[in-house]
């Protein structure tokens, strides 16, 4: 099977989690696009859909789905979204679209996160995946030199603004180990907007497709 079947597989049984007169969070990225399409098709009476960006308001938009701003929202019974990895505690790296930072105010948002990826995401830990760092672009230098510091190698993201109107910078080489301690570190450097570790906010449910079928998982209750 290949990827986009499994994302397909994980988008789908995501649907399960949507009940008429709810107010949805929807994530960036293939596998919240596959998602998108199959609310399309489920036509659920929603309240609404709450975007992490501007591109999946726009999908969203595009078939019909009515979208609310968070900020006329309260708090959201359940967010889907993908992931660039996912850690056997639910802690997830994020952000390869560059919408980390939204992303992380909408899962923050939500009561509920469900992430949804196909398999090859799923690792023993985090770090192999470029870390994405979304800073203020008077700051790109300075915070470079700052990850540096921490044990990061820094990469500007070419070509790329984020809907905030930022860039971002892809950091391989951070220890992750302690993905709460590194999330929080990063965030203090003057000029980071967020990063993609998602360890504070973490999924609560994982839902996988793999070629063996659907792994889903749960988080045990806090
Ligand atoms: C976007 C994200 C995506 O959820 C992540 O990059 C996974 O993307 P895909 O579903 O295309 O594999 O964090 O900022």
Avoid: W
Wanted: glycine share 10%; hydrophobic share 45%; net charge neutral.
């Amino acid at each position: 099977m290949d990827t986009s079947a499994l994302k397909q597989m994980a988008a789908e049984a995501a649907i399960a989690y949507i009940r008429p007169g709810m107010v949805v969070g929807v994530g960036t990225g293939s596998t919240s696009n596959l998602f998108i399409d199959a609310l399309g098709k489920a036509k659920i009476a929603v309240e609404g859909y709450v975007p992490s960006s501007l591109g999946t308001a726009e999908r969203l938009r595009s078939l019909g789905l009515p979208v609310l701003d968070l900020n006329s929202t309260g708090d959201i019974p359940v967010y889907i979204d993908g992931a660039d990895e996912i850690d056997p505690h639910f802690r997830l790296i994020k952000g390869g679209g560059g919408a980390l930072t939204r992303e992380k105010i909408v899962a923050s948002a939500a009561r509920q996160f469900i992430c949804i990826a196909d398999s090859s995401k799923d690792k023993p830990r985090l770090g192999v995946f470029p870390l994405p760092v979304e800073v203020l672009p008077f700051a790109r230098s300075f915070v470079a030199r700052q990850l540096v510091r921490l044990g990061g190698s820094p990469v500007l993201r070419e070509n790329f603004q984020t809907d905030n109107g930022n860039v971002i910078l892809d950091v391989t080489g951070l220890d992750l180990g302690d993905p709460v301690k590194m999330e929080a570190l990063i965030n203090t450097v003057p000029g980071v907007i967020d990063n993609g570790i998602f360890a504070h906010r973490k999924a609560d449910v994982v839902l996988l497709g793999s070629p063996q079928g659907l792994i889903s998982r749960s988080a045990p209750l806090a």
